[in-house]
């Protein structure tokens, strides 16, 4: 069935440094790829998104990479801030077209320290 | 309203009871999704809406659990004979359609003692 392996489970960096989180999914139909970040006691709240027609996606110290044929994508956060610690959830999902339906990963827990 | 809202915040009831969790989507919003999220692990996927049928039933984990919408407005997830395993916390998701994005509720805590 539909998976999505995340990696690592927990990341400790120190502040300024760049932090980076990995995921494998198992449906080669996926076509959308969220990120969505959770602090603690709140929503998910969507970060970035990338879909499988484009390899690579930037905003200001957040990027996304895809590798489609491995079935890989990657977050990548640079110059990162105390107030980036949270909760990072990847998912994939075979878009608006199909039913939309996402399949996380199991989170990975990011803790910046000043 | 502004974002999906869901109530109650937290529930704490005893095993063997039903319980009723309630997500008002997004105005507009025809997808409607149920997630459970148990501490420390990722969200699992429970149900889809389409308007007010439900194409996507597969990760309901029992005929325990069942969910209803009215129309592409409120959901109800209900979960009768409550376990402990149950305890966990309910995200409710809206999604425009023909738009990726999905936004979440801030959930609801449901504590089986």
């Known amino acids: 069935g539909e998976n999505v392996e995340q990696h690592p489970s927990t990341l400790s960096v120190q502040e300024g440094d760049s932090a980076v989180i990995k995921c494998t999914y198992s449906?080669?139909?996926?076509?959308?790829f969220p990120w969505y970040k959770q602090e603690l006691g709140k929503r998910p709240q969507l970060i970035i998104d990338?879909?499988?027609?484009?390899g690579e996606k930037k905003d200001q110290r957040i990027a996304v990479t895809l590798n489609k044929t491995a079935k890989h994508f990657s977050l990548h956060i640079t110059e990162t801030q105390p107030e980036d610690s949270a909760v990072y959830f990847c998912?994939?999902?075979?878009?608006?077209?199909?039913?939309?339906?996402?399949?996380f990963g199991q989170g990975t827990t990011l803790q910046v320290k000043p | 309203g502004a974002g999906v809202s869901q109530s109650p915040s937290n529930k704490v009831t005893e095993k063997g009871k039903d319980v009723e969790l309630r997500c008002d989507p997004i105005?507009?919003?025809?997808?409607l999704y149920w997630y459970r999220q148990r501490l420390g692990q990722g969200l699992e996927f429970l149900i889809y809406?389409?308007?007010?049928?439900?194409?996507?039933k597969s990760g309901l984990p029992s005929d325990r659990f069942s969910a209803e919408r009215t129309g592409e407005s409120v959901s109800t997830l209900t979960i009768q004979r409550t376990q402990q395993e149950d305890s966990a916390v309910y995200l409710c998701?809206?999604?425009?359609?023909?738009?990726?994005?999905?936004?979440f509720g801030q959930g609801t805590r449901l504590t089986v003692v």
């Open positions: 105005s507009g919003h025809t997808a």
């Open positions: 998912a994939a999902s075979k878009g608006s077209s199909n039913t939309g339906k996402l399949i």
């Open positions: 449906d080669s139909a996926s076509n959308y």
């Open positions: 990338i879909r499988s027609n484009v």
């Open positions: 809406f389409q308007g007010n049928s439900a194409p996507d």
């Open positions: 998701a809206s999604r425009r359609i023909g738009e990726t994005e999905a936004f």
